[in-house]
């Protein structure tokens, strides 16, 4: 009882310091040479993120390293395998969302040119990323492109913040 | 010939220079309790990085703390002495182009039957994922149908956060690799000096390497050998100056001292491998013992008369010196070599203060107020004294406990010890150093995977490098799998369902011109603290097991845990104490037998009560060390002589006397240790006063 009242306290916490915006995301697969757009509302607070779609109850919620996949308010179990390629997704967008420039540039290479910055990776992510390219409005991420090895792209496009 | 005790050191010191190129003396340690064979392994180990090892840890795991880490890695880079510094669990590019290069032998394989049917399905799976799916489905156009698979590797052997290496419940860490062992002191001060320096502008880090106990607690044992140097100094002073008022006798016994120690020293050094500097040390204090001679024929004014030998002074030196001899025989070399030492020194000792010393003009002894002699009425004979001594004897070996840790000798570093413990804390596991040896690299691979197979959680080479026997059967059994037909049903199928035309036309291709087994470079795992070492034709690298006690069923296997082999080592050395000593006991009476006829009961007293009451006391309050055991002996040495002189004795009070000067001097040479809070010189201390204040209660109280 004791665990989840802190639990829920947490929560609420966290949420406190949560900033929401709507988003698009396209995902441009190479492999039948078409893009699938996305919209949905992004959240994110310290050590977590949560991303809810529009049309469907699908929500990816990544708190304190552990990832939740819901639909329909149901939890589904997801690969181990898919749930660590996940993780390491959200965890790059948390970095650029929070501009963790020691995170950073651990991991990256970073040029950065006024407003946009190109950030290729150093380490085993090069088996996956080719490059990101944030584009940041007054320091805060505005689009995150992600070009990936299989010539697939993810742009994420952050929208305007939800009060 | 009153120049003769000048002329004597002047030759040895003329000697001593001219031999010093065939003189071998070893500042190893490990060399006084382990074989020769071990400390080759330790010494293997000490190539492959083994204690060499650094870490420093920042508090918090905020972003700050990682900015923290990334300026201090740097810093530390330029530090000379310092090899690797590794903040991050990012592969470096050689290993992450190992994976790629040897990706289809290194993953899991599934060769599971593919068929049109099952082959379709999994791509229509794909298809529709990626429009319908929440979370991006990526698809591999090398492996549409996943069948490799790499296991996520957590060989590491590290706990990590956002890429950067962690010590848990700490903060961030940086692993970092010097060219310092713990025995070179002068780089070892060089590197504790250069990074206190870094780290002094970086608060709440903690820093830890096995050689800042070298810095940190030879400092302390410099100040506190200063201090007993001086206050022994200050002892004899007092001794020679004030007491006995003979500047002369201090002279010459001193450069008599001087000599005995150096005509030891060079024979012990050129005639014996590795005679080790601590044995050197105590050999040196073990000569003191010899002022009892001095003392004995000082005060009985031997010098004076026409004798050519005392016969107590005889029996005292050859009961010790049979007792030395015997010990001798101890295959333990600290043991052996300190007693061999202690042989010579004494022996040439005597010879001085024997033959030479009446040709040197000592002054007569003036008679003054003898020790009054106690009333006998008062004083207990030596049969209850020998009885309780014998019970003493008798409680101690029921409660004897020894003490293996060889750490607990040194300077208790309580500071740093706290922060070694919260490093160690890493090493949850507790995981278990072992150096694995092979006549190739081939046979090395064979001999870690069997380790592995073995062992469960055991981290080495062989936790990313395959065997070669079974990177060959892989080689194998994928040249002939059918991917042409897997690939060929791939694409048709692909088109059918909508994918871009020829989108995997090079499906599987990756499973073709593999690479040789035996190409794989084991340099590139140094990041990871795996290396491999070349020695007089075999090959050895480290291994990190869990459970140490199946080392031993490895032949290729050999620990390289030092405490192990100190516990190991003082085990074996306090069972042939135990065995020798029986030995040193029949032959002291024997020698008391011949010497003291008689009165035997009465000198034994002198060598059985004062090392039954330490021991007693001892054992009540502690555990036994080897230091305690060490300064046993030296007791039992100097008993042996007083209770000879004490029995033979024609002038009892004069003899009294020199044995309270030689009492004195003893405590000056070995008592005032007592005051030092090194346990290794506390312990001498400890035992040593103990037992000159029992020699002294003899004195006053046994008839």
Redesign the interface.
Same mark, same amino acid.
């Given at each position: 009882m004791m665990f989840k009242l802190i639990l829920i306290f947490l929560l609420f916490t966290s949420l406190l310091i949560a900033r929401s915006f709507n988003f698009s995301e396209i995902?441009y697969?190479? #492999?039948?040479?078409?893009s699938?757009e996305f919209h949905g509302k992004i959240t994110f607070a310290h050590d977590a993120l949560l991303?809810n779609?529009n049309n469907?109850e699908?929500?990816?919620d990544y708190q304190n390293g552990v990832l939740v996949?819901m +639909?329909n308010m149901k939890q589904v179990e997801?690969s181990?395998?898919?749930k660590? +390629?996940?993780i390491q997704?959200f965890?790059i967008i948390m970095?650029l969302y929070?501009g963790?420039? #020691?995170?950073l540039?651990? +991991?990256f290479e970073i040029e950065k040119t006024d407003n946009l910055s190109i950030l290729k990776p150093?380490?085993?992510l090069?088996?996956?990323i080719e490059k990101i390219v944030l584009l940041q409005d007054k320091e805060a991420p505005k689009e995150i492109k992600l070009f990936?090895k299989?010539s697939?792209t993810?742009t994420i496009r952050i929208e305007d913040e939800i009060h | 010939m009153k120049y003769t005790n000048y002329i004597i050191l002047v030759l040895l010191l003329f000697l001593g220079f001219a031999l010093k190129d065939s003189m071998h003396v070893s500042t190893n340690l490990l060399s006084l309790f382990a074989s020769k064979e071990l400390i080759q392994k330790l010494e293997i180990a000490d190539n492959l990085g083994y204690s060499k090892e650094m870490y420093v840890a920042v508090k918090g795991f905020d972003e700050n703390a990682k900015l923290k880490i990334n300026q201090i890695a740097t810093e530390l880079k330029s530090v000379s002495k310092i090899k690797l510094v590794q903040s991050s669990v990012l592969p470096s590019d050689e290993i992450i182009n190992y994976y790629k290069t040897f990706y289809p032998i290194l993953a899991l394989f599934q060769e599971n039957n593919q068929t049109k049917e099952s082959i379709k399905e999994q791509l229509e799976y794909l298809y529709n994922k990626q429009n319908s799916s929440a979370f991006y489905t990526p698809i591999d156009k090398n492996d549409p149908l996943k069948l490799f698979h790499m296991p996520s590797n957590e060989s590491v052997n590290v706990a990590h956060k956002s890429g950067y290496i962690m010590l848990e419940n700490y903060g961030y860490l940086i692993r970092v690799r010097t060219d310092v062992s713990a025995s070179e002191m002068n780089d070892a001060k060089t590197l504790y000096k250069d990074v206190h320096e870094i780290l002094s502008k970086y608060p709440e880090t903690l820093v830890f390497a096995p050689f800042f106990y070298t810095v940190e607690n030879s400092q302390k044992i410099e100040s506190e050998v200063q201090f007993i140097v001086i206050l022994s100094t200050l002892i004899l002073f007092f001794i020679y100056f004030v007491l006995l008022r003979n500047i002369h006798l201090l002279l010459h016994s001193f450069i008599a001292l001087l000599s005995s120690v150096l005509f030891a020293t060079l024979i012990s050094t050129i005639f014996f491998d590795n005679f080790h500097i601590i044995s050197l040390a105590f050999g040196t204090s073990l000569t003191g013992v010899s002022i009892d001679y001095l003392f004995h024929y000082y005060f009985h004014n031997f010098y004076q008369t026409k004798k050519r030998v005392d016969k107590n002074v005889l029996y005292g030196f050859l009961t010790t010196l049979c007792a030395f001899a015997v010990f001798s025989f101890i295959e333990v070399p600290f043991i052996a070599q300190i007693s061999i030492f202690a042989v010579l020194s004494l022996s040439f000792a005597y010879i001085l203060f024997t033959f030479l010393f009446p040709m040197l003009e000592i002054k007569e002894y003036a008679q003054k107020a003898s020790p009054k002699a106690q009333n006998s009425s008062k004083k207990l004979s030596s049969t209850v004294i020998f009885l309780f001594s014998i019970a003493l004897l008798t409680y101690s070996f029921a409660n004897l406990q020894f003490d293996n840790n060889i750490r607990n000798l040194d300077y208790q570093n309580e500071k740093l010890m706290k922060i070694e413990a919260i490093f160690k804390s890493m090493n949850q596991n507790k995981m278990f150093p072992v150096l694995v040896e092979a006549s190739s690299k081939e046979e090395l691979l064979k001999n870690l995977h069997t380790l592995h197979e073995n062992t469960d959680g055991t981290f080495s080479l062989a936790s990313f490098v395959p065997d070669t026997q079974k990177c060959e059967q892989r080689k194998k059994e994928l040249a002939q799998y059918d991917f042409e037909r897997i690939k060929a049903i791939v694409n048709e199928e692909a088109s059918k369902i909508g994918f871009r035309e020829n989108y995997f036309k090079d499906a599987y291709s990756f499973t073709k011109n593999l690479p040789s087994c035996t190409s794989i470079d084991l340099e590139i795992f140094k990041t990871y603290n795996l290396s491999f070492y070349e020695h007089n034709a075999r090959i050895y690298t480290l291994a990190l097991i869990k459970e140490s006690s199946k080392m031993q069923t490895f032949p290729f296997v050999s620990s390289i845990d030092v405490k192990q082999m100190f516990e190991k080592a003082t085990n074996a050395m306090y069972e042939s104490m135990v065995l020798f000593s029986f030995l040193v006991l029949f032959i002291i009476l024997g020698m008391l037998l011949l010497s003291v006829k008689k009165q035997f009961l009465f000198a034994l007293n002198y060598m059985l009560f004062p090392s039954s009451f330490v021991l007693s006391l001892l054992v009540t309050f502690s555990s036994v060390n080897i230091m305690h055991i060490f300064s046993l002996v030296i007791l039992i040495a100097v008993g042996i002589d007083y209770g000879i002189y004490m029995s033979n004795s024609t002038k009892k009070s004069n003899t009294i006397l020199a044995m309270r000067y030689s009492l004195l001097s003893t405590f000056a040479a070995f008592g005032v240790l007592v005051f030092s809070s090194i346990t290794a010189l506390n312990s001498i201390g400890v035992v040593i006063s103990l037992g000159l204040f029992a020699i002294f209660m003899l004195m006053r109280g046994m008839k």
């Open positions: 995902r697969s190479d #492999a039948i040479g078409r699938f991303i779609y469907d699908k929500i990816l996949y +639909e997801i181990q395998e898919q660590q +390629e996940i997704y965890e970095m929070k963790e420039n #020691a995170s540039l651990n +991991e150093k380490g085993s090069k088996n996956f990936l299989n697939d993810i | -």
